[in-house]
């Protein structure tokens, strides 16, 4: 087992990149995300901290997509129901706070401490009740299952007339946090950065830890960990709670930076959007996804200047990164060469 685990860890491959070159990467991404704030002000462009925020966002639905797509082969084209789910949590909350301030006979409160809490629990029981149904599946009709699942919560949201229906539902404010003003776009800014570099590292720390290695094990060879008594379904449905969990986290950061939820949160094409980042950032990375959220948001906001099909670009370039960068822009930097 500790070989198939090892091999896990390392991927499997040769030419695995050096620790130097990775390290590298990682600190220059950091210090362009913690420097935007200063350079949008220096060249008067404040759109730029709005732009990059939505990065960090998409950021957080995406590496909580790779936790399960590249660490464990589970590709789930439902993961914006989470991210819908988290979102309308606050745009509910916030619906009732304005109207009555009472929701199912109890105060509502604007503090993210309370909120963000609740929506990401929930996110993780929905997770729960799509993943227990739909890992009784494997291959496409996983992938079936998950959009079907995902679809259900779409067209329910739209079903909600009462929260705006199909035209969605505005929010007055932003949750309140203590010491922190997030309606400050800065501060509201540095707070996504935060919660998506706290989000990696507990990914990271889970991937490397004996349950991330027995994930990658099952991925690796599922018959070998089966009869070496692991059990395919606990860990990989643990994978997918903590998955959605993740999800509905950034759906909540996306109802504050919007201030506007709509069903179109919860609709396959944003799951899509998701899995298009995650393999443009690199599958069974995890930093990758941060990258890949960048360039593929970068390159929309580039290219709808120019037409509104902007996705007849962005599809041959998703393709070039799948023929010739096999792990993405990611795996392209450090160098890495193979798959896990």
């Known amino acids: 087992m500790s070989t198939m ?6 991927g499997g491959a040769t030419g695995s990149p050096p620790v130097s070159r990775r390290l590298l990467v990682h600190i220059v991404a ?3 995300f913690a420097g935007v704030p200063l350079f949008a002000a220096l060249v008067g462009e404040p759109f730029m901290i709005s732009l990059f925020t939505r ?3 998409y950021a957080v639905a995406a590496v909580s997509l790779d936790l399960v797509m590249g660490y464990g082969a589970l590709i789930s084209f439902g993961h914006a129901a989470f991210f819908g789910l988290g979102g309308y949590v606050v745009g509910i909350v916030a619906h009732h706070g304005a109207e009555t301030g009472m929701l199912f006979g109890i105060a509502t409160s604007n503090s ?12 993780a029981v929905l997770a729960l009740i799509i993943g227990g149904l739909s890992l009784r599946t494997t291959g496409v009709q996983f992938i079936m299952i998950t959009l079907a ?30 010491l922190i003003d997030t309606a400050d776009p800065v501060s509201f800014y540095y707070l996504c950065l935060a919660m998506l570099a706290l989000w990696l590292g507990f990914c990271w720390r889970l991937v490397g830890s004996r349950f991330g290695m027995v994930l990658r094990g099952l ?6 960990a089966v009869n070496l008594g692991f059990a395919p379904l606990p860990h990989r449905l643990a994978a997918f709670v903590i998955s959605g969990a993740g999800t ?3 759906g909540v950061l996306w109802a504050n930076y919007a201030l506007y939820v709509s069903p179109d949160m919860a609709a396959w094409s944003k799951s899509g959007e998701f899995m298009s980042i995650v393999i443009l950032g690199g599958v069974g990375t995890l930093f990758g996804p941060v990258i890949g959220a960048a360039v593929f948001l970068g390159l929309e906001q580039i290219l709808a200047i120019w037409t509104e099909h902007w ?20 795996g392209f930097l450090v160098g890495e060469r193979s798959h896990d």
Request: glycine share 10%; aromatic share 10%.
């Open 219 to 224: 991925k690796q060879n599922q018959r070998r």
């Open 30 to 32: 950091f210090v362009i």
């Open 112 to 123: 993210a401490l309370i909120i963000w809490p609740v929506a990401v629990v929930l996110s």
């Open 149 to 178: 699942f995902g679809q259900m919560v779409y067209f329910l949201l739209v079903s909600l007339e009462v929260y705006g229906g199909d035209d969605g539902l505005l929010i007055g404010q932003r949750n309140s946090l203590p």
């Open 55 to 57: 990065f960090l966002i």
């Open 311 to 330: 996705m007849l670009v962005m599809g041959p370039v998703l393709v070039a990164v799948v023929l010739f960068a096999r792990r993405g822009l990611y």
């Open 248 to 250: 509905g986290l950034a």
């Open 5 to 10: 685990l090892s091999s896990s860890t390392t």
